[in-house]
C-alpha cells in the first residue's frame, strides 16, 4: 500500500493534565477476587458516535473493535460511557458546528459524572479532528484526545499519554492503519447485521473547489485486493450477505491485485461476487469520470452487483461544474447515464447536489432542474453550499445569499422528492428481492431492503434474517414500501 506522506508536523496538545482512575478502580479491573457482579460494574464502557457517510460509520466500528480488545463495552448510552467518542464530518459548516456544541454537553456531562466520582474520557476523531487540530483543544476543554482518520489505531497509546498531556494526533503516518486494527470478533460482526461495509479506498485527489475531503482524508489510497478479500471472507463467514464497498472516491480505485497488477474496481467486484455467502455487491462514493467500461459492465454482467448507483453530479450546469472542477459537462453525465441504463436498464439512480455554488445564477440553477427532469433519480442530498475555509470555492467573491440558497433548495427538493416517490410507486405491483435485515415494526413482520435500497415491510413468521426472499410490493409509503412474501429470492446471487 502506498500511502502519501505529508510533511505538516506532527500537532501537540500540552494544556491541561487530566484527571486518572484511582488506583482502586485499575486494581479492581485486573482483580482476581471481585465478584462477577462487581466485575460487570467495572467494565469500561465506550460510546462512539458517528457524524457524516459511511465511511465514519465503518471508521467507528474499527475504533469500537480495538477498543473491545482494551476491554471497553459499546454502550449506546452516553451518560455510563468511561470514553466518549465524537467521530466528526466536516463536510459542511452545519456538521462542524454540531460538533462543538455535542462538546458543550459533554462537557457538562463529564462534570456530573465527576462529582460522582466517575472519569470520562473524551475523543474527538475524525475529519473535523484532522482539520482543526489543536483548536479543538482550546474550544472544548473536556477534550482528552484529538485523532485524525489516518490515526485512529493509535488510540489506546494516545489515551494512555493524554494522561500527562492532552493530546492531538492528526499526521499523515507512512504506515497503513489497517494492519494495525484488530479483527472484528463473529460475534461483533453479527450484532452489526447482514449488510456490512468494507473500506477498499480512502482520500482523494479530484480537488472538486468545495470539498475539503482532500484536505482532511488526504491522497487516494486503495487497499490491496488480498487485504479486502480477506475481510469480505470474514464478514461471510460471519453471516453477512451484502458488502457495501466504501471510500471517499470508491470507483477510482486501484489496488494492487494477488499478482502484483492493478486492479480496477469492476474487476474487484468480479472477484468479490465469487465470495461464498455474499449475494449482494454495492459501492459508494463515486465520481462520473471514474465510471470506466469494465465496472459498467460488472453492473450487466454480475447478478450481485445491485442496479442502485449513487452517482454524485452537483449541478447541471456547465460553467458551474467547471468553476467546481468537476472535469464534466451536462450532457456527458446524461450520456454516461444512458451507457449504464444500457447495461443494467432495471439501474435506480441517486445523485448529490448543491444548489447556492459563488456565482450561481437563477438560468443556470434552471439547468440543474432540467438535468434532474432529464435524468430521473430515485433517491438524492442535496445541500446548500457551505463555504469551506481553505477550499478555493470559499475565496470566490461572488458568493449566493443564504435566502436565495434557501429558495433555490427548496425548488430542488420538491422536485427530487416526487421523483422518489415517483419511483418507489413503480415499484407497486412488481415483485422485489428483498434481503431480511431484522423484525418489522408490527409483530409478525419482518424488514430488509429491495436491490433499489428501498426499505421494505411484509408480513412473515419463518423468515431468517440473511434469507433473501421475493416480495410482491402492494403499497408504497412515504418512506418504505409494504409487501406480501412470495416465494424464496430468485434472481439473485446464492
Ligand atoms: N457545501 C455543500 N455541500 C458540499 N458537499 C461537499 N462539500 C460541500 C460544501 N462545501 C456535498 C457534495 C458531496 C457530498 C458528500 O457533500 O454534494 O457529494
Ligand atoms: Fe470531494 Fe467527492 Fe470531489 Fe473528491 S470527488 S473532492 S470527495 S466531492
Redesign the pocket.
Known amino acids: 500500500m502506498t500511502r502519501r506522506v505529508c510533511n505538516r508536523p506532527k500537532q501537540l496538545g500540552f494544556l491541561e493534565p487530566n484527571g486518572r482512575y484511582s488506583l482502586a478502580r485499575i486494581k479492581g479491573l485486573k482483580g482476581r477476587s471481585i465478584s462477577k457482579q462487581k466485575r460487570s460494574d467495572l467494565v469500561k464502557k465506550v460510546f462512539v458516535k458517528s457524524y457524516g457517510?459511511q465511511m465514519n460509520v465503518y471508521d467507528a466500528e474499527r475504533m469500537a473493535d480495538m477498543l473491545a480488545t482494551e476491554g471497553y463495552s459499546e454502550t449506546k448510552a452516553m451518560e455510563e460511557a468511561d470514553l466518549v467518542i465524537l467521530n466528526t464530518c466536516h463536510?459542511?459548516?452545519k456538521a462542524a458546528e454540531k460538533v462543538y456544541s455535542e462538546l458543550g454537553r459533554v462537557r457538562e456531562l463529564k462534570q456530573e459524572r465527576q462529582a460522582q466520582g466517575q472519569e470520562t474520557r473524551v475523543v474527538v476523531a475524525g475529519c473535523v479532528a484532522q482539520a482543526e487540530g489543536k483548536e479543538i483543544l482550546r474550544r472544548a476543554p473536556a477534550v482528552d484526545v484529538v485523532v485524525g482518520p489516518q490515526n485512529y489505531h493509535n488510540l489506546p497509546a494516545l489515551l494512555k499519554k493524554s494522561r500527562a498531556d492532552r493530546i492531538v494526533d492528526t499526521e499523515f503516518p507512512v504506515e497503513d492503519k489497517f494492519d494495525h486494527l484488530p479483527k472484528p470478533s463473529k460475534a461483533a460482526i453479527r450484532t452489526r447485521g447482514v449488510s456490512a461495509f468494507l473500506t477498499i479506498q480512502e482520500g482523494c485527489d479530484k480537488f472538486?473547489t468545495?470539498?475539503?475531503?482532500p484536505y482532511t482524508r488526504g491522497a487516494e489510497v486503495s487497499r490491496p485486493v488480498a487485504k479486502i478479500l480477506d475481510e469480505a471472507l470474514r464478514l461471510a463467514d460471519a453471516g453477512v450477505r451484502e458488502l457495501t464497498l466504501i471510500g471517499q472516491n470508491v470507483n477510482a480505485y486501484h489496488g494492487e491485485g494477488p499478482d502484483g497488477s492493478v486492479w480496477s474496481l469492476g474487476r474487484l467486484l468480479h472477484r468479490l461476487a465469487e465470495v461464498p455467502g455474499i449475494a449482494r455487491l454495492r459501492y459508494t462514493?463515486s465520481h462520473p469520470r471514474d465510471m470506466d467500461d469494465e465496472l459498467i459492465a460488472a453492473h450487466r454482467d454480475l447478478p450481485a452487483v445491485m442496479p442502485y448507483l449513487h452517482l454524485?453530479v452537483?449541478s447541471g450546469s456547465d460553467r458551474i461544474l467547471d468553476v467546481m472542477n468537476r472535469k464534466h459537462t451536462g450532457d456527458e453525465y446524461r450520456r454516461l447515464i444512458e451507457r449504464i441504463r444500457k447495461a443494467q436498464p432495471n439501474l435506480a439512480l441517486s445523485s448529490?447536489?448543491?444548489v447556492g455554488f459563488p456565482g450561481e445564477t437563477d438560468a443556470e440553477f434552471e439547468e440543474t432542474m432540467r438535468l434532474i427532469s432529464d435524468v430521473g433519480f430515485a433517491s438524492s442530498?442535496?445541500?446548500?453550499?457551505?463555504?469551506?475555509p481553505g477550499?478555493p470555492?470559499?475565496e470566490i467573491e461572488n458568493q449566493v445569499s443564504e435566502a436565495v440558497k434557501a429558495e433555490r433548495l427548496a425548488r430542488l427538493q420538491t422536485l427530487l422528492e416526487v421523483q422518489r416517490q415517483a419511483f418507489n410507486r413503480g415499484t407497486v405491483g412488481q415483485s422485489l428481492d428483498v434481503l431480511v435485515e431484522k423484525p418489522g415494526r408490527h409483530p409478525g413482520q419482518m424488514a430488509g431492503k429491495s436491490p433499489y435500497l428501498q426499505a421494505v415491510h411484509f408480513a412473515s413468521e419463518s423468515h431468517a434474517i440473511g434469507e433473501i426472499v421475493t416480495v410482491r410490493i402492494t403499497q408504497a409509503g412515504s418512506n418504505s414500501l409494504l409487501g406480501e412474501w412470495v416465494g424464496s429470492g430468485s434472481q439473485e446471487a446464492a
Open positions: 457517510c463536510i459542511r459548516e472538486c468545495f470539498c475539503v475531503v462514493t454524485p452537483q448529490d447536489f448543491i442530498f442535496s445541500f446548500k453550499y457551505s463555504p469551506r477550499t470555492a470559499a
